[in-house]
């Protein structure tokens, strides 16, 4: 876990809803491109859930405000990487 994320999780724990999450977006966005990584738009899975995947390498993460850590996700430990495509190898003789 970053730096900012722990600063986040003191910072948002009280409160709850959207607008306590906006914020909390915002950082994960920014987190996350810092690993290369590009976000899709949050989808709101209910009051207090909010979950987003990477465009590119498809991994996930969630904002969960009553969990006891609000972030969790690959995206913020991981750096981006595109799924490597298998190569056809060709034999000829
Ligand atoms: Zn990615």
New binding site residues.
């Given amino acids: 876990m970053s730096i900012v994320v722990k600063h986040i999780f003191k910072r948002y724990t009280n409160g709850m809803g959207i607008f306590e999450a906006l914020p909390l977006m915002a950082e994960v966005k920014k987190s996350?491109h810092n690993?290369?990584?590009?976000?899709e738009n949050f989808t709101v899975e209910s009051q207090v859930k909010f979950s987003s995947k990477?465009?590119?390498?498809?991994?996930t993460v969630t904002i969960d405000l009553e969990a006891k850590l609000p972030v969790s996700g690959e995206?913020l430990i991981?750096?981006?990487?595109?799924p490597e495509r298998k190569k056809k190898i060709q034999i000829s003789s």
């Fill in positions: 996350a690993k290369n990584h590009s976000l990477c465009k590119i390498c498809k991994k995206v991981a750096t981006c990487e595109k």
